[in-house]
Structures are given as structure tokens and as C-alpha cells.
């Protein structure tokens, strides 16, 4: 009696035509998770964007005051933060002893019940904890408490929608990282005033964030998850993509680059 079989040879050609319908559907599959990545991150902004401004609804309009241990925090004085060599129980966001006042604990559980996987972009290379993983953390607010970990002293809550201020009372650092510290939200269009050093600052805050995806320095160049971009939540509460580029050009001024 006759068996049917496959010789070797129809089973390398077989093989062979597997292996090519792999080498062009695998580029697809990745982009269209990578797609879903940055998709379900998208969502997660806008749904922390949503309750930010719930939040705000119950406080007269006052954007909350955040002290966050996601910051490069302060050696000199002290304090905890991310980007420093600190331990991972020092700086857990969700810790309500020693950050009562971080992101996930004034917004959880009264606004967004307990999904602090909202914390999470599914594409995140790096976040909180460091040392293990599933990561829990992955988005960098804007805090009081940015860029050093401590509080400007020349804080002035109403001083990113006043044109008029002079240089010295207008500090990059303090518009552009302090934007969640307490003030009262306006949405007012910023005016240019022809002072170069002072328009220039007035640009940044425009491009100000709530959050944004935390990033990597590699090679001298800031990268961030979604083919080397970020997604932000802007101080308009309006969820943007900007890519590796323009997020170079926000984050690291003068090729001084971001600790994360």
C-alpha cells in the first residue's frame, strides 16, 4: 500500500514560504502593537486630564499642588527623587506617608477610583520602580517640586499668564517644570512683549505640560517610547503627540539634556 508523505524537499519549500510570510507580516504586527501602545497611553492622559480638571471643579478652579517624588530630586538637601540614585521604597508615588500630596494620591481613589494602572503607558522603557519590574509608574508630572526636588522661593502662583514680569522674576524652571503647584487655572493666550530673553520663556510655557512620557538619554538625544517620541498632556488639557525631534527641542535646551 501507496503512503502519502511529504518528501524533504516540499518541506523545506514549505518552510521557506512560512518563513517568508513571517519576515513580511512581523514588521506589521510590531507596528500595529506599537500602534495599541501608544494609543492606550493616549487614553490614559486624557482620562488623568479628565480628572485633573474634576478636581479642579471641586477646588474653585485651582490646579492641584503636587509634590511628586518622580523629580530629580535634591542630594544637597536631602530630598528624595527619581532621577537620583535613591531606593525604589523612597520614591514609590503611592506611598501616602511619605508623598500625601504626590499625583496618584490626590486623584485616587475620589477621582479615579483605584486603576492606578492609569499611571502606566504600555510602552514605557522606563519608570517607577527601577530595580524590578512590572513598572507601576511611568509619566512625569509637573510638580511644585520640579526641576531639584524643592520649592522656589520667588514662587509667584499668578505669574505665567502676566507678559509684564521682568527677566529676573521669571524663571524657565520655575514656569516650565512647576506648573501643577496650587494657581489658579487660565487658559489665557500668553502675549509677546519683544523682549527676546523674555519671549523665548514665554514660548516654553506654552508648550508647558500637566504629564508627559518620561524619557531616555541615549547618545546625547532625548528618547521617549513611541518611536522616540512623547505623549503629553498639555497645560490646554489637550492629549498631544510630538516626536523625537520637537521633544529634544523641549527638553533638552542647550544639549543639557533630561535625567530621565
Not at 542630594?75 to 501616602?96: I, K, Q, S, Y
Amino acid at each position: 500500500m501507496r503512503r502519502n508523505a511529504f518528501t524533504l524537499i516540499e518541506l523545506l519549500v514549505v518552510v521557506a514560504i512560512i518563513s517568508i510570510l513571517m519576515s513580511i507580516l512581523m514588521p506589521a504586527l510590531g507596528a500595529t502593537r506599537a500602534q495599541g501602545k501608544a494609543a492606550a497611553c493616549r487614553s490614559n492622559l486624557y482620562q488623568l486630564g479628565v480628572a485633573l480638571q474634576a478636581y479642579m471643579s471641586d477646588w474653585n478652579d485651582r490646579i492641584p499642588f503636587v509634590r511628586s517624588p518622580m523629580t530629580n530630586g535634591s542630594t544637597l538637601a536631602g530630598v528624595p527623587g527619581f532621577g537620583g540614585n535613591w531606593a525604589d521604597e523612597l520614591v514609590d508615588p503611592f506611598d501616602r506617608t511619605r508623598w500625601p500630596e504626590s499625583l496618584p494620591n490626590l486623584l485616587m481613589p475620589r477621582y479615579i477610583g483605584e486603576t492606578a494602572g492609569l499611571f502606566v503607558c504600555p510602552a514605557a522603557r522606563v519608570g517607577w520602580p527601577k530595580k524590578t519590574r512590572p513598572l507601576r509608574y511611568t509619566y512625569r508630572e509637573a510638580a511644585a517640586n520640579q526641576v531639584n526636588g524643592t520649592i522656589s522661593r520667588d514662587y509667584n502662583p499668578n505669574s505665567f499668564v502676566d507678559a509684564t514680569l521682568t527677566p529676573e522674576s521669571f524663571s524657565y524652571t520655575r514656569e516650565h517644570f512647576g506648573f501643577m503647584d496650587g494657581r489658579i487655572y487660565r487658559k489665557d493666550r500668553l502675549r509677546l512683549t519683544g523682549n527676546a530673553a523674555l519671549d523665548a520663556q514665554i514660548l516654553v510655557i506654552q508648550r508647558a505640560t500637566f504629564l508627559r512620557d518620561m524619557v531616555e538619554m541615549e547618545g546625547g538625544h532625548v528618547v521617549g517610547p513611541h518611536k522616540g517620541g512623547i505623549n503629553v498632556l498639555s497645560r490646554a488639557f489637550e492629549v498631544e503627540f510630538r516626536d523625537q525631534k520637537t521633544t529634544n527641542e523641549d527638553l533638552a535646551p542647550g544639549s543639557v539634556g533630561s535625567k530621565f
